[in-house]
């Protein structure tokens, strides 16, 4: 019911930045997050939004160089200070259920609590 595309990835020389996009569209949202897929760094937490407030959250590979925004049907990842660390496969995913249990921060922290998905945009940061 919710069809996430990405697109902004590419080639970037270190110290670089790069503006991800993730179009969303389908029922309402409670949140869009990022994250990030490499050898080494498994399905890791970049940041996400909520749909309703525009509530941030940022994982610690962010370091404050990422900044996560959304306008209309469209989240944004801006990435600055880009370093080959940050080379990956970046994946949107969108949160349509909260139980209420865990703390809405609590549950963006994790892949698993996301419903879809899209199909990922490569960041390749060169050295």
């Known amino acids: 019911q919710v069809q996430l595309r990405e697109s902004g990835g590419g080639l970037v020389p270190a110290g670089g930045s790069l503006r991800l996009s993730c179009a969303v569209s389908g029922r309402t949202l409670i949140a869009v997050g990022w994250f990030l897929q490499a050898p080494g760094k498994e399905g890791e937490f970049v940041a996400a939004i909520t749909w309703r407030g525009g509530d941030t959250y940022y994982g610690e590979s962010t370091k404050g160089r990422f900044t996560i925004s959304s306008v209309a049907g469209t989240v944004y990842l801006q990435m600055n200070n880009l370093t080959p660390e940050d080379t990956a496969i970046y994946y949107c995913?969108?949160?349509?259920?909260?139980?209420?249990?865990?703390?809405?921060?609590?549950?963006?922290?994790?892949?698993?609590?996301?419903?879809?998905w899209g199909q990922g945009t490569q960041v390749t940061v060169a050295s």
């Open positions: 995913a969108a949160v349509t259920f909260h139980s209420g249990v865990y703390t809405l921060k609590h549950i963006l922290q994790s892949g698993n609590n996301y419903d879809y």
